[in-house]
């Protein structure tokens, strides 16, 4: 008798070359009841099956900053030496971040690149748009600077800059020491999307051989115009370059995130986020780009959060402090400096594991999965039950 399930995975091995898929059991797509499935152990597989591989899904994952930041010294050491700079022939000196669940692409999450980037004294990135959402988070004590549309911010470590879709920037270091950031991009969505397009014909004057754009506005002139929270001003259009629903507030200093955080420590906070804050485009309330939020969170000593898990996945920056995030089972301790990510519907829960503080800074595409009516959270209770954070 004909064994029907053999003879379709015989079938699939010729249909491959015509890259065709017959559906078979064996390789059954990734289809689950994650909200059923409520048990920590089961948190982060997925269905096996060829799909569900082909489909390459994102794993939990930690960079510690010690194992891979010795290589920003080796690119800067080739620059140093080099006729011509790589930022002159590769635009940037940095190296991306690749999801080892990814099969190499540049990318940590299905919608997120992550790249650690290195300035030189005098290097400059020329002035450019483009089409994906960016940010830079600030790790240099001084931190370069980085101009959006006129503005020229000064950067200092735990700065967050952003330059949304549809603004001119450029960057580059005028001080006397190298700077280092960690650049987030929206990048693979748009890339998905058939989205990412760049452009360096700047309409206005530019400055020196190295094609930076004219400083029209005065000194961190987001903060002139945003820097009070409540209060917007009404007579400036709430939209600086081409984007649509782009936050017009380019930057954030670190040192108001840590006294903002700081202001909150004797607040009970959220059981799963600790002291958390979400950093909000100033003129809607809604999340910085349409794609992804931003937030930071504080973790007293010895605090640790409650496991929760949602239906999007979070990049985190460790810019303080030492402790450890359990995701989906797995354990990652972190140190300052360290990236991790929480992939999609991974358990999670952090712990700060010193006596100071610890502070992390995040990345979270939600905002996309809530634009498509698929956002949803978990959190498990104290008495391992599990609650519906949003249904
Ligand atoms: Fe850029």
């Avoid at 078979?24 to 689950?32: C, D, K, L, S």
């Amino acid at each position: 008798m004909l064994d029907a399930r053999e003879a379709m995975e015989r079938l699939n091995a010729e249909a491959g070359r015509l890259n065709i898929w017959l559906r078979t059991q064996a390789n059954a797509p990734a289809q689950r009841p994650w909200f059923r499935e409520t048990g920590l152990e089961a948190s982060g597989q997925i269905a096996a099956g060829r799909v569900g591989t082909a489909q390459l899904k994102p794993v939990a994952h930690r960079w510690r900053w010690r194992e891979i930041a010795p290589y920003l010294d080796r690119i800067a050491e080739i620059a140093r030496g080099a006729d011509v700079s790589p930022i002159e022939f590769a635009e940037r000196q940095q190296f991306l971040l690749t999801n080892p669940g990814l099969g190499g692409r540049l990318q940590v999450t299905s919608t997120m690149r992550c790249a650690v980037s290195i300035y030189n004294p005098g290097d400059v990135a020329p002035v450019h748009i483009h089409t994906p959402n960016a940010s830079r988070t600030i790790l240099s004590d001084k931190g370069g600077y980085t101009t959006i549309e006129g503005e020229r911010c000064e950067a200092a470590r735990g700065d967050l800059i952003l330059t949304p879709n549809g603004t001119w920037h450029d960057h580059g270091n005028d001080g006397t020491e190298p700077v280092v950031w960690i650049d987030v991009l929206d990048f693979p969505l748009m890339e998905f999307l058939d989205c990412v397009w760049l452009d360096e014909g700047f309409p206005g004057e530019t400055q020196g051989n190295a094609r930076a754009q004219r400083v029209t506005r005065p000194s961190a002139y987001s903060h002139k115009l945003y820097g009070r929270g409540g209060m917007v001003p009404r007579f400036v259009p709430p939209r600086r370059g081409f984007g649509r629903e782009v936050t017009p507030m380019f930057y954030y200093r670190g040192i108001d995130i840590r006294e903002a955080l700081d202001g909150l420590r004797q607040e009970e906070g959220d059981p799963y986020e600790a002291i958390s804050l979400r950093f909000v485009n100033p003129a809607t309330g809604l999340s910085l780009f349409p794609t992804l939020d931003y937030g930071a969170q504080l973790l007293r000593p010895g605090e640790a959060t409650r496991f929760k898990r949602e239906t999007a996945s979070t990049l985190y920056v460790v810019i303080e402090g030492e402790g450890a995030t359990e995701i989906g089972g797995q354990r990652f301790e972190w140190q300052a400096n360290d990236i991790f990510v929480v992939p999609s519907f991974s358990w999670r829960r952090h712990c700060n594991i010193a006596d100071t503080d610890a502070v992390l800074y995040t990345v979270s595409d939600a905002p996309l999965l809530e634009k498509i009516g698929q956002y949803r959270a978990q959190g498990r209770l104290a008495d391992e039950t599990v609650a519906e954070l949003v249904p």
